[in-house]
């Protein structure tokens, strides 16, 4: 069963700092990883994807990614109140067909 | 608007009466799919469709039904409910295919008594 993990929290920060997410997955060969939001009540969206080793920013989201150990990361830099929410991990496993696997989310709470 | 719409919204049901969850898209998307998500347990993907006519099965599809007549609808079926089938139903939708952004609707909150 090829699984993603992920901290169920919650991880609490104080606005302005860095909030730092995390999330294993146990096939080697994947290729492509992502990270959804998720606000109290409402449907995913997406926030993140990313492919390669190394980093990739997107405005205060910064995606990390290192395959050797099977890990990807999520910092979220200027924490904000309204940064508060689940963040869902997702990976297409090679050879899974096309389909993602979700991890079961890390709820964040940016405290004022 | 480009959306992705599931009704009913919320349905209370009992154990054995066959059920359907419309979902429908109106980006032209290739790929639909259906998850459900229950606490500590995550997001599962049930079906997935590649295009019309084509399906395949996700990581719990048992219990559940789909079929892809039209490109726009994904329907989801369940023809004899039981209790364990109670939680939240996101239907989703991406262009081509799965690891493209998954636009997802507004979910479908199921109860089996």
């Known amino acids: 069963q090829k699984e993603v993990e992920q901290n169920s929290g919650p991880l609490s920060v104080p606005e302005g700092a860095i909030a730092s997410l995390n999330c294993t997955y146990s096939d080697r060969g994947s290729q492509s990883f992502f990270w959804y939001r998720q606000y109290s009540g409402k449907s995913p969206e997406l926030i993140m994807s990313?492919?390669?080793?190394g980093d990739k920013e997107d405005g205060r989201f910064t995606a990390q990614l290192n395959k050797a150990s099977q890990y990807v990361s999520l910092l979220i830099r200027d924490s904000q109140p309204s940064d508060s929410a689940t963040y869902l991990c997702?990976?297409?496993?090679?050879?899974?067909?096309?389909?993602?696997?979700f991890g079961t989310g890390t709820q964040l709470k940016v405290e004022l | 608007e480009a959306q992705v719409t599931q009704n009913p919204r919320y349905l209370i049901t009992v154990t054995g009466k066959k059920l359907t969850v419309t979902c429908s898209q109106n980006?032209?998307?290739?790929?639909m799919s259906w998850y459900r998500q229950d606490p500590g347990l995550g997001l599962r993907q049930i079906y997935y469709?590649?295009?019309?006519?084509?399906?395949d099965k996700g990581d719990v599809p048992e219990g559940y039904k789909v079929s892809r007549k039209e490109k726009r609808n994904f329907p989801l079926i369940l023809e004899s409910p039981s209790p364990n089938q109670t939680s939240l139903y996101f239907c989703a939708s991406a262009l081509g295919r799965a690891d493209n952004e998954q636009f997802f609707g507004p979910g479908t909150r199921l109860t089996v008594l």
């Open positions: 990313i492919y390669s080793n």
């Open positions: 980006m032209n998307h290739e790929y």
């Open positions: 469709s590649m295009n019309v006519e084509v399906t």
């Open positions: 997702a990976v297409r496993f090679t050879g899974g067909g096309n389909k993602l696997t």
